[in-house]
């Protein structure tokens, strides 16, 4: 089992940036990929960016690409979400999640708000 905790998440006007990390415990493994998942208020949870686990692959979801850069240090078994030029519609609780096996991702943290005013 792994656990991920995610910290970095805040207030923060429209406009400005953030920048969410996510630590990895326990069974660890630099091999996983790494995701950034978030949920809106009455949304389902929705991919937002993932790595592979050299980092020299990324994807990102349309509404994010050119803002959001994921990235990610093995040695500190920690994933970074930098999130710039925020917008209100990025309010969410956003979530670190990792493939440890197979396809899915089946280990999540608890997730970290972030709120963006207008």
């Known amino acids: 089992q792994v656990q991920l905790v995610e910290s970095g998440g805040g207030l923060v006007q429209a406009g400005g940036s953030l920048r969410l990390s996510c630590v990895a415990s326990?069974?660890?493994?630099?091999?996983?990929?790494m995701g950034w998942f978030r949920q809106a208020p009455g949304k389902e949870r929705e991919f937002v960016a993932a790595i592979s686990w050299s980092g020299a692959s990324t994807y990102y979801a349309d509404s994010v690409k050119g803002r959001f850069t994921i990235s990610r240090d093995n040695a500190k078994k920690t994933v970074y979400l930098q999130m710039n030029s925020l917008k209100p519609e990025d309010t969410a609780v956003y979530y670190c999640?990792?493939?440890?096996?197979?396809?899915?991702?089946?280990?999540w943290g608890q997730g970290t708000q972030v709120t963006v005013s207008s």
């Open positions: 326990g069974r660890t493994s630099s091999s996983y990929v």
């Open positions: 999640a990792a493939k440890t096996s197979g396809l899915v991702y089946d280990n």
